[in-house]
Structure formats: structure tokens, C-alpha cells
């Protein structure tokens, strides 16, 4: 399991990430590419340790990159996977290394130790966006993130492969485009719901949760399952609570996620009739990271409204009692 800073017990500092690259400094890393070194019909390789970041990448790249995406499998917990010697020989021939960083994947700085050798460019989500080990790792849920990873990205595009510029700021402009749905669809719901109680089983969907404004509650207990620790018997009563007696208007959970406690919870939400809606922390097949997150905000607000419905139903019945 990823571990996640704890607010109440502090921070477990795990393996500390080396220095790569800022966004400032995004194309200055790029450079040890090397100016004109692929040819007119040669793809720039790259490594992107999570599909999501893989997709931007492809993106941006067109037919001009080779993509390997290391975690992708939608119906896999990613808190299990083990690097295998095909990772290790994907990144060791890799011009362009993309991962989160922020702990959510220390497995890749150790490959990336391993193979120091190689001549390439490394962009870290978590560097660009100052984010630590300790720190709600989910950097793609906040919509804030791809922005700054897709402009360190074309830039690194650009020191490796100068002479196709303008198709890589055509495309950087393109996807910068298509990320404004996303942005109207939080206002939209930002509009209609901030301040409305929620709970989750994990802070997976946590930076998008916060876009919004919703009022998220049971933060020690999702805290606990991050850090694969066991809630306190009053903090288990109090998530207990909110469901049954439907203090909050949906239940987030992680469907990527087979803890006991998890499924436990959305049985308890499913017969207290308070809406849920799964989230997954890897893109799904099929789509694009624009279309899986406003598929999830759709879900969020189909969940919302249900909610709402089922407030005021509960309110209607005790004034008639």
C-alpha cells in the first residue's frame, strides 16, 4: 500500500526522491537528450511509470514518441505492483522518463538509480507541483497538475526533437484546450454543491474533491487505509455513522481497492440508500485522462444529485411525523 502522510502521527518518511526537474527547468533537463538526435523517421522513447501520464505524453508526442506505460492495468491494485526486468530494460533505453513521485511510485527512483548510465530527461509530477513524500500523492486528480506536466513535457519534446516544434506546440495548445470541459464541469458542480458533506474510503479523488468544495469527512479514517494502518474503534463509528444515519450525500470509494473495511462500507452505504461512486487511480482502457475525468464528475454529480434527493426525502418524511 502507498503510504501517505498521516495527520495525526506524522509523516513516514520513506525512500527520499533525487532531484530531477522543476518546471522552470523542464527544458534545460531536456537537453541531455541531445539537439537533432533523432532522426527524421526515429521516435523519442519514453517511459511513463503511470498510463495517465503516458496518454499526455502520446498526446503531445503524436507518431513522434514511443510510449510505454508501466502501471495500466485498470483492474490491478497499483499499491502491489512489483518492478520486473522489463521495466528496468524499458527505462534503460528511455529518452524521457515520466512518473508521479511523492511516494506514490519509489520503485521508479530506484530503477532510475540502477541505471544511471542512461542519457535521458526525468519529469516528476511531484516537483512540479511541490509536492513531498508525506503529501496526498493522487496528483492527477487536481486540476492544476496536467497543465504543468504537459508544458514540461512538450518542452522536453522540443530540446530532443527541435526541428518538429511547431507540431509539439500545436498539440501543447490543443490539449491545454481540451482540458477546459474539465475546468467548466468543477465550477459547474463547485456552483451547485460546495460545502456538501461527503466521505471516502480512501483520499484517492481528495485533490478533485477539493476543487469542487465538498465538505470531506472521515479524513483519519481514509488516512489509516492509505497508510495500510488500522482505523481506531471511534474513528470506524464515526464513518459507521455518517452512512446510517446519512450525514453525507455520497460515499467515494477506491473500486481498485479489496481492503475488508472498504467493502464493508459500501455494503453498509448501499443499505443505508447513500449514493456512491467509485473512482480508479489508473486510467481505464478506452479513454483519454479528459474523458475518464469528466466520466468520474459526471458520476460525482449523478451521486450528488441522488443525495440531495434522498436529504430531502428523509426531511419531508420527518416533518410528517
Known amino acids: 500500500m502507498k503510504k501517505f502522510g498521516s495527520m495525526l502521527n506524522g509523516a513516514r518518511h520513506a525512500l527520499k526522491l533525487s532531484k530531477t526537474v522543476a518546471m522552470g527547468a523542464a527544458a534545460a533537463a531536456a537537453f541531455t537528450l541531445s539537439h537533432g538526435a533523432f532522426a527524421a ?4 522513447p519514453v517511459v511513463a511509470a503511470e498510463n495517465f501520464y503516458g496518454d499526455v505524453v ?5 507518431d513522434r514518441v514511443d510510449v510505454t506505460s508501466i502501471l495500466s492495468n485498470p483492474d490491478q491494485d497499483p499499491h502491489l505492483f512489483e518492478a520486473s526486468p522489463k521495466t528496468a530494460r524499458a527505462l534503460q533505453h528511455a529518452s524521457l522518463v515520466v512518473y508521479n513521485g511523492a511516494d506514490y511510485d519509489p520503485w521508479m527512483a530506484k530503477l532510475l538509480a540502477a541505471s544511471k548510465g542512461s542519457n535521458r530527461a526525468t519529469i516528476v509530477a511531484a516537483e512540479l507541483t511541490g509536492k513531498k513524500s508525506g503529501d496526498n500523492p493522487h496528483l492527477w486528480y487536481d486540476p492544476a ?13 522540443v530540446a530532443a526533437d527541435p526541428a518538429h516544434k511547431s507540431a509539439y506546440d500545436a498539440n501543447l495548445a490543443k490539449f491545454l484546450d481540451s482540458l477546459k470541459p474539465i475546468d467548466a464541469k468543477v465550477a459547474d458542480l463547485h456552483g451547485r454543491y460546495a460545502g456538501v ?33 488500522e482505523a481506531s ?4 463509528a464515526a464513518f459507521e455513522r455518517d452512512l446510517r444515519e446519512k450525514r453525507v450525500r455520497v460515499l467515494i470509494y477506491n473500486s481498485q481497492a479489496t481492503e475488508a473495511l472498504t467493502k464493508r462500507m459500501l455494503k453498509l452505504a448501499q443499505q ?14 478506452g479513454k483519454t485522462y479528459q474523458t475518464w475525468m469528466l466520466t468520474q464528475l ?8 441522488a443525495g440531495g434527493a434522498n436529504a430531502a426525502a428523509s426531511a419531508a418524511k420527518g416533518k410528517t411525523q
Open 145 to 157: 497538475t496536467m497543465p504543468k506536466v504537459a508544458r514540461a513535457v512538450s518542452a522536453a519534446l
Open 58 to 62: 502520446q498526446q503531445l508526442g503524436g
Open 272 to 285: 443505508s440508500k447513500v449514493p456512491t461512486m467509485s473512482v480508479t487511480e489508473t486510467e481505464p482502457a
Open 298 to 305: 459526471d458520476a460525482l454529480g449523478t451521486a450528488l444529485a
Open 41 to 44: 523517421d526515429a521516435k523519442i
Open 233 to 236: 474503534a471511534a474513528d470506524i
Open 197 to 229: 458533506p461527503v466521505t471516502a474510503t480512501e483520499p484517492v479523488f481528495g485533490y478533485m474533491s477539493d476543487a469542487v468544495g465538498l465538505s470531506m469527512r472521515n479524513l483519519r479514517f481514509q488516512l489509516a487505509t492509505m497508510n495500510d494502518t
